[in-house]
């Protein structure tokens, strides 16, 4: 599989992603290694020499059962970010519709009091 990585100085992977993007080189990774290398992405390191990326062979052993647990954590946080924010969203169209029909109201009302003050005014002057 191929991905994009950055990397520093001494070749570790600071970053990486499936699309390619300015900086970031194109690397050939090993299936067998994705997941260690989703997990533990900065202990690998780049050979520039080689071009190949190295794998430190001393990594914990994460199953695919963990992963999934976490993943599922993030997307249930995502899921409450996203539901907080459309609430906030909705909250905010309602004041602003609620403010707008205020400015309506009040508008009314002072073409209401100026009709009136004319009116009692060409009264006043008969």
Do not use: C
């Not at 946080?77 to 205020?102: E, H």
Request: hydrophobic share 35%.
């Amino acid at each position: 599989m191929f991905i994009y990585i950055k990397y520093d100085e001494d070749g570790f992977i600071t970053a990486y992603q499936n699309i390619e993007a300015d900086g970031f080189t194109k690397v050939f990774i090993l299936d067998s290694w994705i997941t260690q290398f989703a997990q533990h992405s900065d202990k690998f390191r780049y050979d520039t020499d080689k071009k190949v990326i190295l794998n430190p062979g001393n990594l914990p052993n994460v199953s695919l059962e963990e992963l999934n647990t976490k993943y599922s954590s993030v997307l249930e946080t995502s899921q409450q970010a996203v539901q907080s924010a459309t609430a906030l969203a909705q909250q905010q169209t309602v004041s602003a519709t609620g403010i707008a029909q205020l400015q309506t109201s009040i508008g009314q009302l002072q073409k209401s009091i100026t009709e009136l003050a004319l009116s009692q005014s060409e009264k006043g002057t008969k």
